[in-house]
């Protein structure tokens, strides 16, 4: 009786551990997308309300995402571009309450989307705006969208 109860308590362990490990030896192979190198880019079609048009670079080296650029063109051509504004002191989201000015957030955004080789994965509220990258409160899902635009363009044929 001994005997059968070790027995037991085995072919249930066994049978537990295969249970967990089934998933974990599959012949799926993770797919990679292969991406042309070179400078892709994609553009809002309108301006925003605020008169801001959000736009997106993406560098592709070695067949991988090595840099990305995000920034935006006012309608008023005075106004130039985003990170132009934010560098001349004409963009100031800190005096207006924010915890980062909008260039320091579009990098945390940038380097997201360089070390996960993609704009996926993160799920957007209805204004836009996510909680998975740390420190960008600007409302990104439009960029995200560009990315995937530029690298559209960036796929092998």
Aim: proline letters at 2%; one cysteine or more.
């Amino acid at each position: 009786m001994k005997n059968y109860k070790k027995i037991s308590i085995f072919g249930l362990m066994l049978i537990i551990a295969l249970a967990f490990t089934a998933g974990c030896g599959g012949t799926n192979k993770p797919t990679t997308t292969s991406y042309v190198d070179g400078k892709y880019f994609a553009e809002m079609p309108e301006f925003d309300d605020k008169g801001w048009k959000d736009n997106a670079t993406v560098t592709i080296r070695d067949g991988k995402i090595d840099d990305v650029i995000l920034n935006a063109i006012n309608e008023d051509p005075a106004k130039g571009d985003k990170l132009t504004a934010v560098a001349n002191g004409e963009y100031d989201m800190k005096a207006a309450g924010a915890k980062a000015d909008w260039d320091e957030q579009a990098k945390a955004i940038e380097d997201y989307i360089i070390e996960k080789q993609g704009a996926t994965g993160v799920t957007f509220d209805e204004e836009g705006k996510s909680d998975a990258i740390s420190g960008a409160t600007i409302h990104y899902n439009q960029f995200f969208d560009l990315v995937n635009q530029a690298l559209d363009q960036a796929k092998a044929k």
